[in-house]
């Protein structure tokens, strides 16, 4: 079997989630890893069975030939790596935030489309297995014909201490967009692919911890395309009840004419038709890697989709209807009013 080659740039935090799911996909092989700390890097290198190792993007590029690179970076250094990258003809999987703001993802996207080369955001929630299921749910009747809406309440509690973020993504303490930014932005592509496109929104953000630049709580209501609602309450400051906050980051319900759809922070998955008692959903749900294996099955898509040619679920063209949503959200809540006639404004 003829393997993708792959090399990665990054070796933070999050990578971790990524190099394990590369060493579970047997079509793929991750020759290289780079990044400005060599120590990072050579870590990464021995942890994951990584052969070599930079501190050279394009070196890397040059040296090792990939058919694609995994961007595992800041989001404002994505838009000269993906541009390395094109120059070179290889493939891309970007993590997300793609960039600091709309216009630059947008020409991040403009530069791979230039050069013929794929590129998907790596936006892992939609990839969740429970929201898998959910939409599969919906797509087969579960809760009737018409989705009524979505509702989540995400509480994370990892952001009221003074020193808040500084053990695991110190950078967030400076960013002057977070809550939606870096987080919101998950449940906005999620909404889109459970509830279909967004073409409304109205919100209200806040700042409650003083040490950070950001917003750290709000509150965000959807209007979808459909005609069906979304609710969406997050909060990095105050603490969950939940064991693992991180799993499935809160609760959600989803109504439709014909009953209702409940994910606990468990994991658990119910269904309540009209009329009757809640149950149980069985699907597949593992403790594994990040949020339900989502990172693994993420980098599955990437490679189905790189090994058939089909279309990318969050291609970057794609992507940036997500995007188009989260600044119409910032404004909203800056202007307080909604704002409205989102469709199509990615293009």
Not at 288 to 309: E, K
Not at 318 to 338: F, G, N, R
């Amino acid at each position: 079997m003829k393997k993708l080659k792959g090399v990665a740039v990054g070796a933070g935090y999050f990578s971790q989630f990524h190099f394990d799911a590369w060493s579970r996909l047997p079509e793929v092989e991750l020759s290289a890893v780079c990044d400005v700390n060599a120590d990072s890097a050579q870590q990464a290198s021995e942890k994951y069975s990584i052969a070599n190792t930079y501190r050279d993007v394009g070196e890397m590029l040059d040296r090792e030939k990939p058919d694609f690179i995994d961007i595992i970076t800041r989001p404002d250094s994505h838009l000269a790596l993906v541009g390395e990258a094109a120059k070179r003809g290889v493939a891309v999987v970007c993590q997300k935030a793609l960039a600091p703001t709309f216009e630059e993802a947008k020409q991040i996207v403009e530069v791979a489309e230039s050069a013929s080369v794929p590129l998907m955001v790596h936006e892992n929630f939609r990839f969740q297995p429970w929201y898998r299921e959910i939409r599969r749910q919906i797509e087969n009747g579960a809760i009737g014909d018409q989705l009524f809406s979505v509702a989540f309440e995400c509480r994370m509690g990892d952001g009221w201490q003074p020193d808040a973020y500084l053990a695991r993504q110190p950078y967030f303490r400076e960013m002057p967009r977070l809550l939606i930014f870096e987080t919101g932005v998950h449940f906005v592509d999620t909404y889109r692919y459970v509830g279909g496109e967004i073409a409304g929104v109205y919100a209200t953000l806040n700042q409650r911890n003083p040490d950070i630049a950001g917003e750290d709580s709000g509150t965000v209501m959807f209007e979808f395309e459909s005609g069906a609602n979304g609710l969406w309450r997050g909060n990095r400051y105050n603490e969950p009840t939940s064991s693992d906050a991180r799993f499935t980051f809160g609760e959600a319900i989803v109504d439709g004419s014909g009953g209702s759809l409940r994910l606990y922070g468990n994991g658990r998955l119910t269904l309540q038709p009209l009329g009757e008692p809640e149950h149980g959903v069985e699907y597949r749900c593992e403790r594994r890697g990040f949020a339900g294996d989502c990172v693994y099955a993420t980098q599955r898509h990437f490679v189905d989709c790189m090994l058939a040619g089909t279309p990318m679920e969050t291609s970057g063209r794609e992507y940036l209807k997500s995007l188009v949503v989260v600044d119409a959200i910032y404004e909203s809540s800056q202007t307080k009013m909604p704002v409205r006639g989102l469709s199509g404004e990615a293009k």
